[in-house]
């Protein structure tokens, strides 16, 4: 076992993007019954474990490697996030639910960078080499802006606009 599978092991990027698919996108009022307060402690617990998963992978980088920069910046940010406190206001709690989940995405994407884990935008599952998978490209109209894959059979399903 690589020492890259060990870390893939810890942090389960997957449950990561269905707890941050509770939150983002929706709209201002989030779905009835969800907890926001036992779904930001999960966020927090799930950055909590990322964190230091990223400094490791990044840290065996060169200093001066863009990726190795970008993922330390993005911890960074994710710290902040975590040390600030809610809006008591309004809404606040969902908002710093939202903040979270979206510190939480950019950690992961640096995760499968960093780790060269591939996963499908379309079903949030791992693309593994065996697997038959397409750019989103040439599925979508980005003009090849958006780089990223999707199983060959989640291209065919549609998706709602966001």
């Not at 009022?29 to 926001?36: N, R």
């Not at 992961?108 to 780790?115: K, M, N």
Request: hydrophobic share 40%; charged share 30%.
């Amino acid at each position: 076992m690589t020492a890259e599978t060990r870390d893939a092991a810890v942090v389960d990027v997957v449950v990561a993007r269905q707890t941050i698919a509770l939150l983002l996108p929706l709209p201002d009022d989030p779905p009835a019954g969800l907890d926001v307060d036992a779904l930001t402690q999960t966020l927090r617990e799930q950055m909590d474990r990322l964190i230091p998963e990223i400094e490791k992978l990044a840290g065996r980088l060169h200093r001066d490697d863009v990726p190795r920069y970008c993922a330390l910046a993005c911890v960074g940010e994710a710290r902040g996030k975590l040390r600030a406190s809610r809006n008591s206001g309004p809404g606040g709690d969902v908002a710093y639910a939202r903040k979270l989940a979206r510190s939480l995405a950019a950690l992961c994407d640096h995760f499968e960078t960093l780790t060269g884990q591939v996963m499908c935008v379309a079903c949030d599952r791992p693309i593994r080499r065996s697997d038959d998978a397409v750019p989103l490209d040439q599925i979508s109209n980005s003009g090849g802006a958006i780089t990223a894959r999707v199983h060959a059979d989640c291209a065919d399903v549609p998706r709602p606009r966001r």
